[in-house]
Nanobody, 124 residues
Framework: VQLQASGGGLVQAGGSLRLSCAASGRTFSSYVMGWFRQAPGKEREFVAGIRWSGGSTSYADSVKGRFTISRDNAKNTVYLQMNSLKPEDTAVYYC??????????????????WGQGTQVTVSS
């Protein structure tokens, strides 16, 4: 599975960005796609996840109500709409796939495939 993330950039606090992650190659009947982020000097952390089958979602408390994860089945693409951005959202954002698809796990160790990351910078 190849994952191509895009959509990062520089935005002022309070602004919005939409990240995209397109999946290609091997596909699975049921899997989870997740967004993670990693700021300098910090561990990679879960942001949001979506089960491809059924569309159930999960969010980190820090982004709940501001970020929305969604998918486009026809395009094999997952999106992360980020609104009301804060300087503390600044990080490299990664998309990832857990091909087990049983549950939206928050540990990055569970995920089997990773995209290359896209930088999001929020200025104050």
């Amino acid at each position: 599975v190849q994952l191509q993330a895009s959509g990062g950039g520089l935005v002022q606090a309070g602004g919005s960005l939409r990240l995209s992650c397109a999946a290609s190659g091997r596909t699975f009947s049921s899997y989870v796609m997740g967004w993670f982020r990693q700021a300098p000097g910090k561990e990679r952390e879960f942001v949001a996840g979506i089960r491809w089958s059924g569309g159930s979602t999960s969010y980190a408390d820090s982004v709940k109500g501001r970020f929305t994860i969604s998918r486009d089945n026809a395009k094999n693409t997952v999106y992360l709409q980020m609104n009301s951005l804060k300087p503390e959202d600044t990080a490299v954002y990664y998309c990832a796939v857990d091909h087990s698809g049983r549950y939206i796990y928050r540990s990055p160790n569970v995920y089997n495939y990773w995209g290359q990351g896209t930088q999001v910078t929020v200025s104050s």
